[in-house]
């Protein structure tokens, strides 16, 4: 499919068509497993869109459809259970009060689809994100309704969101412009938008930003601010005047060096999981990709106990199908797990535990080298830069404007050396 709008990212076309032949090469859960359980593919239909959702009710749409992703087109009801849910969205599961407003909000308010027309067509529709949401013993149950699910299920063109990214967002506008540019990263621009639209985008329709210079100070300025302090994109944006009046925004988009740099601790720890052998035993029962590494960030011991005792029902034959589905209930039941097969003498539990306590303090002081090296300036960076080259080290890809790497494999072997150049400092 040819996008022949403007705003569209130059990818739309031929370069998804390649990834898809590849994609349909592997296997459906081959290809679920591999996607980072943080990254959200969302359809930019929904996220060019208008209506006022808040900044809480925007993180949870995106929450909800990370967890209902695998499931779209299988289940018609979906389940998160309120602490993990909470976990996802960096926020107080007690208060169950703002989520139920949350929830209330996602399920009521009209939101009109594909604002920009991202898609290439003509299509307009207006819904609402969810059909129905419950919450009951701690459980949150939603629907979508059948016709928006096929979309968000099958995107034709979407952008990856990162849910670790959108926990740092405190302000709704910056999240929802952060979502409206960063599909335009490979392109650089967002093109010209109207003001209405970008009102609408935005969802800063009140009567307040009908006055351009309310709009722009209370709205675009803290936004951008905001956008490039927490998130993995720079915006910059850049004004259109008609008649002495602002008609047109855009936004130039790029990479945040800064954070792609030296900010990379939630893939390695991601990467990690998925290395692990309780995450090979989730998915081989049937755990897609992402529940598993968000059960083991959330609950790593009840995930290893869940896996445990699913195996030893399945070698009892006391499970003949549906090993996932079984595995989701001992995880999310809430109560203590049986543990058939005892696994874990008590030598083994203290030599267990003095593993434990020498891996925290090998976190702890990696926590505090990442922290280290977030606070040098970029004065500090290229010095160790020009340290690093008279050692021998290789930076001829090093842009010292733009304080990065543009070799992966130097950047590599310079972020390991100056981790130990800065761990000296701290020992």
Not at 69 to 83: A, F, Q, R, T, W
Request: glycine share 6%; hydrophobic share 40%.
């Amino acid at each position: 499919m040819t996008c022949e709008h403007d705003f569209c990212d130059l990818e739309c076309s031929s370069n998804y068509e390649d990834r898809m032949a590849v994609a349909k090469q592997k296997s459906g859960s081959a290809m679920i497993a591999n996607v980072p359980s943080s990254e959200l593919r969302k359809h930019v239909g929904t996220v060019h869109v208008g209506g006022d959702l808040g900044l809480l009710g925007r993180k949870l749409s995106n929450v909800l459809l990370l967890n209902a992703y695998d499931n779209l087109l299988k289940k018609s009801v979906h389940e998160i259970p309120v602490g993990i849910m909470s976990e996802m969205l960096g926020f107080d599961s007690k208060n169950t009060t703002a989520l139920k407003e949350a929830l209330k909000k996602i399920s009521t308010t009209p939101i009109e689809f594909d604002i920009l027309h991202a898609a290439g067509d003509e299509e307009w529709g207006v819904t609402t994100l969810l059909s129905s949401a419950n919450i009951r013993n701690g459980i949150v149950t939603y629907e979508y309704s059948s016709t928006l699910a096929n979309k968000l299920a099958n995107p034709e063109i979407y952008l990856l969101i990162n849910i670790n990214v959108q926990k740092q967002f405190s302000g709704a506008y910056a999240l929802a412009l952060y979502e409206n540019c960063l599909r335009f990263k490979r392109t650089g621009s967002t093109g010209w938008i109207s003001v209405e639209i970008w009102r609408k985008l935005l969802g800063a329709e009140a009567s307040t930003y009908d006055e351009f210079k309310h709009f722009n100070s209370e709205v675009i300025k803290k936004a951008v601010k905001e956008v490039n302090t927490v998130s993995n994109i720079l915006i910059t944006p850049e004004y259109e005047r008609q008649n002495r009046r602002v008609a047109k925004i855009r936004f130039l988009v790029e990479d945040n060096p800064q954070r792609s740099m030296y900010d990379e601790s939630d893939s390695e720890e991601q990467a990690a999981i998925r290395d692990s052998e309780t995450y090979r035993r989730l998915v081989k029962l049937g755990i897609s990709g992402r529940l598993a590494v968000d059960w083991i960030q959330h609950d790593p011991d009840r995930a290893t106990r869940t896996a445990q005792y699913v195996e030893q029902q399945i070698r009892n034959k006391k499970i003949k199908k549906n090993a996932g589905g079984y595995a989701r209930t001992v995880f999310e039941g809430g109560g203590d797990i049986e543990t058939v097969e005892v696994i874990e003498e008590s030598a083994r539990r203290a030599q267990k535990a003095v593993i434990d306590e020498a891996e925290a303090a090998a976190d702890a002081r990696s926590k505090l080298i990442a922290t280290a090296i977030r606070g040098l300036s970029e004065s500090e960076r290229s010095e160790f830069v020009r340290q690093y080259a008279a050692s021998g080290g290789a930076v001829g890809s090093y842009i010292e404007a733009d304080g990065v790497f543009k070799n992966v494999l130097e950047k590599t072997a310079f972020t390991a050396w100056l981790a130990g150049r800065i761990g000296e400092t701290l020992a």
